[in-house]
């Protein structure tokens, strides 16, 4: 992409996984005071919406809408905003992880509650490997069916023009094959 983002490898690896991690921490913490009282499927239903909202800021990359439309905010804003790595930086590193980890903690939360006295450590390795293994092959799978049954195809490397079928397909979940 010609005008595309460019991230350094150092930023992309570094940088918003160092960030990610404090995010997914302050997830934990946002759990633990907003959502530890709530139901579980109001919990994973607010999660759910949050992460479609957050993986549009995908789209605002590709598509170039964060230069278009979002350069023209007051200053903190357009400066976040409006470049590649702020937007990257906010919607990916910070507001995914966070709600990656709100949505995961239900999920650990009736884990534990599956375990009988006494059985506690062998139940829950038990279970979260079933949990681990599920998630990989869910993952796999998908890439498949992306790969195989829903090929993306483009007439040439970094032709973005059906990178909204992609986003919704999953993010880098397979590479497209070229014509």
């Known amino acids: 992409l010609a005008n595309g983002p460019h991230f350094s490898y150092t930023y992309y690896q570094s940088f918003t996984s160092i960030v990610g991690y404090i995010a997914g921490a302050v997830g934990v913490s946002i759990f633990y005071k907003f959502f530890s009282k709530q ?3 109001k919990t994973f239903f607010i999660t759910a919406v949050i992460k479609i909202l957050a993986s549009v800021i995908d789209l605002i990359i590709v598509n170039r809408w964060n230069i278009s439309y ?13 470049s590649d790595k702020g937007i990257y930086f906010f919607g990916d590193a910070i507001i995914y992880q966070a ?3 709100l949505d995961f903690m239900p999920m650990v939360l009736l884990t534990s509650k599956l375990c009988p006295k006494g059985l506690e450590c062998t139940t829950y390795a038990i279970l979260a490997g ?3 293994f599920g998630a990989v092959l869910s993952n796999t799978a998908g890439s498949l069916l992306i790969a195989f049954v829903f090929p993306i195809r483009t007439s040439k490397p970094n032709d973005w023009d059906e990178s909204i079928k992609q986003s919704a397909g999953g993010n880098g979940a397979s590479s497209p094959k070229y014509d």
């Open 39 to 41: 139901s579980i499927r």
């Open 70 to 82: 979002l350069s023209h905010l007051p200053f903190p804003l357009n400066y976040v905003f409006s």
């Open 99 to 101: 709600v990656q980890m």
């Open 130 to 132: 079933f949990t681990n």
